[in-house]
């Protein structure tokens, strides 16, 4: 049984060695009473060149609770600032969050860290802890994204513990250990950039260019590359976003992966309805992180990234780069609507078709993700009355369809191919906010079969699972008044 402990280095450490003040804070994490494995990811292990019997070694379940850290690993917590709800926060930081290194996969570095693991120096008046409810739901989401073909962090295991946090109630302290290409953010640039540390923030653009981007130079073009990326990837990650249904509920710089994963799972929600007006959050009392906003928030977002990074490259970089973002956001939209509708390729006609379906599902109230899985049976001699039914106004679907018709009647694909192709890009099972929550209720009880029945459920969302149809349906009624904030 491998010891998880032998193949963590610390690159970032040696990367930062006489400035780590400016980077990062040594940190100790702090133990848990009777810590208990809630879901033990053993595919993800798999992944990263581990046997499924890691989790079976108390000494990795040890590491991974934050109860025992070897003496040959120093755990630390990132030093980060950022705009909130569009305000300057100024200096944040991960405040219940430690790294302990990084593990080489595939040729490329992941992070591992432990969120709940105790206080930083970031913690401001928090208690360092995360609670089983957020938990779940960070666990949950983060490896459905993954399986929906989303660039995400990971979570590699959730452990419960009987040690008390306070919130609106007592709850309990649980720690996530997620896994990550980065946990570089935009709003680090920022910190930096506001404080004057040009040659911090410099010597970070060196090191994800050395690290994401080993043959570019450590120049000019070289941060050019960075920040290019950073747009290209936000603009690609939220156009999935937009066509998956999924809203992450706190688009804050300082919740901006430089890379363009999604990061921090926080009051995220998948729509039921679809409703472009959709909020996740309920601490969002003004929108600004709608649904259908979430687009320009990535965009304004960006210009904050680019006025950190002003001091690397000229002005006309960042703005040519930043041009990009509009054509690569619509371009990945646009492909990701085609492959849902099973079109092969793009004609001139098929983003007003697109926007016409959208508007119709948001008119009658169509439950989004039963949609699509629904219209991957469809065809243009058959009745359809089971998809036409789904709506109010039956006569929108049927006018729509019939665009739908004459639009299939240019594709080269056979019908059975074009489902099995739907099939494959609409999932049968998205995370209900109404499942979290009954996973949670039962987790809370000491029950954690719901917890790892929905995980598998979720690694696997294009596949039938007919013994969980259930979770298939539009949402219970009780769902409605379940609401989800910035507390954790």
Request: a negative charge; proline letters at 4%; aromatic letters at 10%.
């Amino acid at each position: 049984m491998h010891a998880i402990h032998s193949r963590l280095a610390q690159h970032f450490l040696d990367a930062f060695s006489g400035a780590e003040h400016e980077h990062f804070s040594h940190v100790q994490s702090q133990p848990i009473q009777q810590p208990t494995a809630v879901i033990e990811n053993r595919e993800l292990a798999m992944e990263m060149g581990f046997e499924q019997s890691l989790f079976d070694n108390p000494a990795n379940l040890a590491l991974l609770s934050g109860n025992t850290i070897p003496n040959n690993i120093q755990p630390i917590a990132l030093v980060y600032a950022g705009h909130q709800f569009g305000v300057w926060a100024g200096q944040l930081g991960d405040g219940r969050a430690m790294t302990l290194g990084e593990i080489e996969v595939a040729g490329e570095l992941w992070d591992l860290q432990l969120k709940g693991a105790g206080t930083t120096p970031y913690s401001r008046f928090g208690d360092g802890r995360a609670v089983l409810r957020s938990s779940i739901r960070e666990y949950l989401c983060s490896e459905a994204m993954h399986a929906l073909g989303i660039d995400t962090t990971r979570a590699l295991c959730l452990i419960n513990s009987s040690t008390p946090v306070y919130r609106e109630s007592v709850e309990s302290a649980a720690v996530v250990c997620r896994v990550a290409r980065s946990h570089i953010r935009f709003g680090s640039f920022e910190h930096h950039h506001y404080r004057g540390q040009t040659g911090a923030l410099k010597a970070l653009a060196d090191y994800l260019l050395e690290r994401h981007f080993p043959t570019t130079k450590r120049d000019g073009e070289g941060y050019r590359e960075l920040f290019e990326n950073a747009v290209v990837k936000t603009a690609q990650t939220i156009a999935k976003w937009q066509a998956i249904g999924f809203s992450h509920g706190v688009m804050n710089t300082d919740n901006m992966s430089i890379l363009g994963d999604t990061i921090d799972y926080g009051p995220f929600g998948f729509m039921d309805s679809y409703d472009p007006n959709f909020i996740c959050n309920h601490s969002d009392n003004r929108g600004r992180y709608a649904f259908k906003n979430q687009p320009s928030i990535g965009l304004w977002n960006l210009n904050a990234l680019a006025t950190a990074l002003s001091s690397l490259m000229p002005s006309e970089h960042l703005i040519a780069a930043l041009e990009r973002y509009e054509s690569e956001y619509q371009a990945g939209f646009l492909r990701a609507m085609a492959s849902k509708l099973g079109l092969a390729q793009i004609e001139p006609g098929d983003r007003m078709m697109i926007d016409n379906l959208l508007a119709i599902l948001a008119s009658n109230r169509v439950d989004y993700c039963n949609f699509f899985r629904a219209l991957c049976h469809y065809r243009p001699d058959r009745d359809n009355r089971v998809i036409g039914d789904l709506f109010i106004q039956r006569s929108d679907f049927d006018h729509w369809s019939g665009d739908y018709n004459e639009r299939l009647r240019n594709e080269t694909l056979d019908e059975e191919l074009r489902e099995r192709n739907m099939r494959a890009v609409n999932p049968k099972y998205i995370l209900r906010n109404y499942m979290a929550q009954e996973a949670i209720d039962a987790a809370q009880q000491g029950n954690y079969d719901l917890t790892r029945q929905l995980l598998m459920i979720l690694q696997t969302p294009f596949d039938e699972h007919p013994e969980f149809e259930r979770y298939a349906a539009s949402p219970p009624d009780w769902a409605a008044a379940l609401s989800v904030s910035c507390s954790s």
